[in-house]
């Protein structure tokens, strides 16, 4: 454990004693969002999100490791393991330096060098390879002639020879790795068009070059993407020359020339058989695997800040699923979520099911007191925004709608969690029922769907799938847990999100609930068959339940402060009947009044510990999710047509990507706002400064009407 604790420690700048602890922890089973919320002495306060990079760095260094020893026993059983060999397995520090160092002892198909090896030429190139003054490889050919082993002349003795050298050039450990950084530093990404008669999305790649060490991701998944579907062909461009002359550098001696001669054409064939393009395979993996890397932690940060939208609490909503030929599917659900109706209708079809679709539309809204219209963003998105625009000004009360990300509702209305929960509508009617949900809840309903179906990146089908999965399940994970589960209400799609909690626990707990009624308490939970003392330890922090005569069951406090908590509380004079009702809104002040260190040091806990049970005490039951924008709600619908540069609207962030961000100004076609129209100042990525779900001020500065195309600056 020890060289990964210096390793990490240094990596992440913490302390060794930090990196041990959190080792620990996660060995031990605890999981992450547990680890970052209750454990914040024993890892200093880092948060989920580093905790999950640090626990991924540490599974690279063990399976680093793995590969080592697997690479020592694979060359020892082989009888090649020297002592030189395994002081360059130790100090590898990456996989694909461990792989150069294992590349020679590869078993191999049949090559050219095999053959030559197997006509018992080896000798001959090792002769040639040490490149000794007093060594003639001319003369020597002579001696390797022999009809037995195929070799019927000199010729082909010395071509044996060469590609024997040719072999050993293209595993040389040296070579590649300054091949590798010379490509890194001097080589060029290119592309062509494949068929220069085949318009396409690529055009702007047909004759493109760009330096490997500046090419940003998103045109390395572009590039790729285009030449997987077979409009483009990629290259690695590099100097010749500048390659060759590294390989001359390391290997000629210059003592002998006539061997110098036959080890550099036998590195002209290497190069060009055998090392490039090997690298330029490499090369490219690399750009990908950064590209994904970083397209992977965009995704992430939009999928966080979208399952972090605040919810429209306490409304009767009506969510619009849109379509042409089906229709548009409607339903109608309360303010906890309950479907009260469905109908399907039609207002794109003709005048006349227009009329009748906004009577339908009018008699729902009045007899359900409707406050908010949801509408998926789909397929007719547009002519229903317009028709929901113009049938709510009848309305007999105020109404208001908002068009919605619908991306994965086809998905969950068609899952088997879908018809466990909706069994009696049909599943076209479901997703209007997600996607109403999904502006009264959106953390609540969008677990319900596979993360990287929610489409809030960039080339999330080119990504490694799994990889994708793994890193947007930790951010699903820890935004449900940073959020809390209401132990009543939440559906087992939920409950699975939080700490602790698997498919069978998740199972009993809606079963337990089913048969016994609400929960009345956390201490209830450890009733639950297969909820053990581990997984009550990891989930209970997490569940809320607010009806509970201990008002800490309905906060973040851990059930393993509660007494630390009620210490606290003897401390600053509240009164049994204070500490029954649970109002605690002037903690915060008693305690900067007492001094928190001396309360700390009182009560024997760590500061963190002290200031997130304050931080819960007197707010309990909120929401993190309110501190973010909320909603932009609108009334009425503006057409594209009627935009004009220099107009001003307020939007809101749906998508930000490397070069800037996409915004909804309510015109259906959400409008670009460049990276260099974001700020005044320079910053590296749209992250910086703009997130999913932001307000902002937006102007228009350049409009396509044909192509459908807004540019937006906030440089106003």
Do not use: W
């Amino acid at each position: 454990m020890m060289k990964y604790l210096q390793v990490l420690a240094k990596q992440f700048g913490i302390k060794e004693k930090y990196a041990k602890n959190l080792i620990n922890l996660l060995d031990n089973g605890n999981t992450i969002p547990f680890i970052a919320r209750y454990r914040k002495e024993m890892h200093g306060s880092m948060d989920d999100q580093l905790i999950r990079e640090f626990s991924k760095k540490l599974d690279y260094l063990r399976g680093l490791d793995k590969r080592r020893e697997e690479i020592r026993s694979l060359i020892d059983a082989q009888e090649k393991l020297t002592d030189e060999i395994c002081l360059s397995i130790d100090k590898a520090a990456t996989l694909s330096e461990l792989e150069d160092i294992y590349r020679p002892y590869k078993q191999k198909r049949k090559t050219k060098a095999s053959i030559a090896k197997e006509k018992g030429l080896e000798p001959l190139a090792l002769e040639i390879l040490k490149q000794e003054i007093s060594f003639d490889p001319i003369m020597a050919l002579d001696n390797y002639v022999n009809n037995e082993n195929g070799i019927e002349n000199s010729e082909e003795a010395l071509q044996g020879a060469k590609d024997i050298i040719a072999d050993y050039i293209s595993n040389n450990v040296e070579i590649r790795k300054g091949l590798r950084n010379i490509i890194n530093i001097y080589g060029f990404v290119s592309s062509v068009a494949a068929d220069k008669k085949k318009n396409s999305v690529y055009n702007v790649y047909y004759n493109y070059k760009e330096s490997v060490s500046k090419i940003p991701g998103h045109r390395v998944l572009a590039i790729n993407r285009g030449e997987k579907e077979g409009f483009l062909k990629v290259s690695i461009l590099i100097e010749r020359e500048r390659s060759i002359s590294l390989i001359y550098k390391i290997l000629i001696t210059g003592s002998n020339s006539l061997c110098s001669d036959i080890i550099k054409e036998a590195g002209e064939d290497a190069y060009k058989r055998l090392i490039f393009p090997s690298i330029e395979k490499e090369v490219r993996n690399d750009l990908f695997n950064i590209a994904s890397e970083s397209a992977i932690k965009l995704f992430a940060m939009n999928l966080k800040h979208l399952l972090m939208q605040p919810p429209v609490k306490g409304k009767t909503v009506i969510g619009l699923d849109p379509g042409y030929r089906t229709g548009c599917k409607v339903a109608v659900v309360d303010s906890t979520g309950k479907v009260l109706d469905t109908a399907v209708i039609y207002p794109t079809k003709s005048d006349s099911s227009e009329l009748i679709s906004k009577q339908i539309l009018l008699q729902l809204i009045k007899k359900y007191k409707v406050d908010i219209i949801s509408i998926g963003n789909g397929t007719a998105s547009k002519e229903t925004e317009t028709f929901t625009a113009n049938a709510i000004k009848n309305a007999d009360h105020p109404v208001c709608y908002m068009v919605v990300n619908e991306a994965g509702a086809s998905v969950y209305s068609a899952s088997k969690l879908a018809a466990t929960e909706l069994p009696q509508l049909d599943l076209t009617l479901r997703s209007a029922v997600s996607i109403a949900r999904r502006l009264q809840d959106p953390i609540a309903e969008l677990v319900k769907i596979e993360p990287k179906a929610i489409g809030v990146g960039q080339y999330q089908h080119d990504m490694p799938q799994k990889k994708l999965g793994k890193v947007l399940d930790g951010v699903v994970e820890d935004c449900v847990n940073s959020v809390g589960v209401d132990l009543n209400t939440a559906s087992p799609a939920l409950l699975f999100r939080v700490a602790g909690i698997n498919a069978a626990v998740c199972k009993n707990i809606v079963a337990y609930r089913e048969e016994h009624g609400a929960f009345t308490s956390r201490e209830e939970l450890k009733r639950v068959p297969k909820l053990g003392k581990k997984a009550y330890e990891q989930c209970a922090g997490f569940l809320r339940v607010p009806n509970s005569k201990n008002p800490l069951d309905n906060t973040g406090v851990h059930p393993e402060s509660y007494k630390n908590a009620i210490k606290l509380l003897t401390l600053l004079d509240y009164s049994d009947k204070e500490i029954t009702s649970g109002d605690f809104s002037d903690i915060q002040l008693r305690v900067k009044k007492r001094g928190t260190n001396k309360i700390a040091e009182k009560i024997g806990i760590g500061l963190p510990t002290l200031n997130d049970i304050v931080n819960e005490l007197s707010k309990p039951g909120l929401d993190p999710r309110d501190e973010f924008s909320a909603p932009v709600l609108r009334s009425d619908i503006v057409n594209i047509k009627d935009l004009k540069v220099g107009m001003k609207f307020k939007g809101v962030v749906r998508n930000v990507i490397d070069f800037g961000v996409f915004v909804d100004i309510g015109v259906h076609e959400d409008a670009l706002v460049h990276i260099s129209k974001i700020c005044d100042g320079y910053i590296k990525h749209p992250s910086e400064v703009l997130k999913v779900g932001d307000v902002v001020k937006v102007k228009i500065i350049s409009l396509d009407l044909k192509k459908n195309r807004i540019g937006l600056t906030m440089r106003f």
